[in-house]
């Protein structure tokens, strides 16, 4: 049986990442997590390593128990929401509209997973955006529910702006046990055994100018100022390095994409800084790797793929290279300082 065309099989670095790294921040011990369900530590940080979505789903419900909040997984999908991942950001860059955006996701989404089917329907009377699972789970769907409802009604909220109105949306769900209280109205949630979730809004949103504003992209980037312009400018190249900075394909022209900048542009203002972008780049790679590996609980292999690393060699190379130490090494060496 081939994995790659099963259903029953998902990448679980696409579907668990955010959620691990948001549980090791809180505590929560990610190895013994994976462990009781048997997932290898390898899929958080391998693209190609398929493992059985069904105990993907289990983790997350599990993550939610174990830190006793049932709203965790939307907590998650707010925060991704915010800040979207690469292949949202370059569906919503080549859209227009909502409709345009909801499109493209269907497509997107549909070439990188087979356990879910993504449909996008309009009518005169209503529009829909449905997640169907493809495989019959179990267990409870709380967080499943939660996260896919959450994230994407979020985005759409994010998108349209004032033009939302959470009263014109309708959300089809097995559970909203996970919603965070006030989310939507009442009224505006529907249980049904439907194997995935359903939202449904006015077909009038569908024309309306989508643009989700991303975070990363929203500071100020002060290139005008007339005191500092060089510093202040710096600074902002610096943060949107920081927020992207997992990318493993972040070249300086995908780089200048996302901050809208020529490369010329980006390589003249940091030459003038004495510096460039290669080792800025290094340099808040090396800044968020070592109070990762410090000061939190994150598996190795997740702070690899955090900062843009290829797996746990590729971090430890060059965790070698920045202190004469493996990163577990150094781990260790900071927390018996930290107990003396």
Not at 87 to 100: C, I, P, Y
Not at 161 to 170: L, S, Y
Not at 187 to 192: A, G, R, T, V
Not at 262 to 283: C, E, F, N, V
Request: charged residues 20%; glycine residues 6%; aromatic residues 8%.
């Amino acid at each position: 049986m081939n994995k790659r065309s099963d259903p029953k099989f998902t990448r679980a670095m696409l579907v668990l990442h955010p959620l691990t790294t948001a549980f090791a921040q809180r505590g929560g011990d990610v190895e013994a997590l994976l462990s009781r369900h048997n997932i290898p530590i390898a899929a958080l940080s391998t693209p190609t390593m398929l493992v059985d979505a069904s105990a993907c789903y289990a983790a997350m419900e599990d993550m939610a128990q174990t830190l006793g909040d049932v709203h965790f997984g939307a907590k998650v999908a707010v925060e991704s929401a915010k800040t979207g991942a690469p292949a949202l950001r370059d569906a919503a860059q080549n859209a227009v509209t909502l409709g345009d955006f909801l499109a493209r996701i269907v497509v997107e989404i549909s070439s990188q997973v087979d356990n879910v089917r993504y449909l996008f329907s309009a009518s005169s009377a209503t529009a829909s955006f449905e997640v169907q699972r493809t495989l019959n789970f179990t267990g409870p769907t709380t967080q499943l529910d939660a996260i896919g409802v959450v994230f994407y009604v979020s985005l759409i909220k994010k998108g349209l702006g004032k033009t939302f109105d959470p009263k014109h949306v309708i959300v089809t769900a097995q559970t909203n046990e996970g919603f965070p209280i006030d989310f939507l109205p009442k009224s505006s949630f529907i249980k049904s055994e439907i194997n995935g979730l359903r939202i449904s809004f006015p077909p009038h949103w569908l024309w309306q100018p989508f643009s989700p504003a991303w975070d990363v992209v929203e500071a100020p980037r002060g290139e005008f100022i007339a005191e500092g312009r060089d510093s202040a400018t710096e600074e902002y190249l610096r943060s949107i390095l920081t927020d992207n900075i997992s990318r493993e394909d972040l070249s300086l022209t995908r780089f200048s994409e996302i901050c809208n900048m020529h490369p010329r542009h980006i390589q003249r203002i940091l030459s003038a800084r004495g510096t460039s972008y290669s080792r800025m780049k290094d340099d808040v790679r090396k800044t968020l790797a070592l109070d990762l590996v410090g000061n939190t609980n994150t598996p190795i292999a997740s702070i690899a793929m955090q900062v843009g690393l290829s797996g746990p060699s590729a971090l430890n190379r060059v965790f070698r290279h920045w202190t004469g130490k493996t990163p577990t090494s150094f781990r260790k060496e900071v927390r018996l300082n930290d107990d003396m």
